[in-house]
Nanobody
């Protein structure tokens, strides 16, 4: 089970921190990722982090604004989102089980239920 939380309504320029707690699944030895999806659109890659937490990659649209991190002792992955823009509005999903820093949904084995982020202008 992947339980994502931390979404909400924020004004443009504001910040939010998403959390995803993993239970019943392998966590400390796999890469984790965050994706986002607008209604009627494909699920887009946001960020990924390797098992150690030492390597990460980001979509160009969020580089310099978002930071992915993890705490293996707590089976939790985070997404710190700063300088939010209205175009960041989406349902955000955490995903796990990738071998590497996967950027495509099919590279991940399990998914959370999503948390809605709404950025007002």
């Amino acid at each position: 089970l992947l339980q994502a939380s931390g979404g909400g309504l924020v004004q443009a320029g504001g910040s939010l921190k998403l959390s995803c707690v993993v239970s019943g699944r392998t966590f400390s030895t796999v890469a984790m990722g965050w994706f986002r999806q607008d209604p009627g659109k494909e699920r887009d890659f946001v960020a990924a982090i390797d098992w150690s937490g030492n390597n990460a990659n980001y979509a160009d649209s969020v580089k310099g604004r978002f930071t992915i991190s993890r705490d293996n002792a707590k089976n939790t992955v985070y997404l710190q989102m700063n300088s939010l823009k209205p175009e960041d509005t989406a349902v955000y999903y955490c995903a796990g089980g990738s071998v590497g820093l996967g950027q495509r949904p099919y590279e991940y084995d399990y998914w959370g239920q999503g948390t809605l982020v709404t950025v007002s202008s």
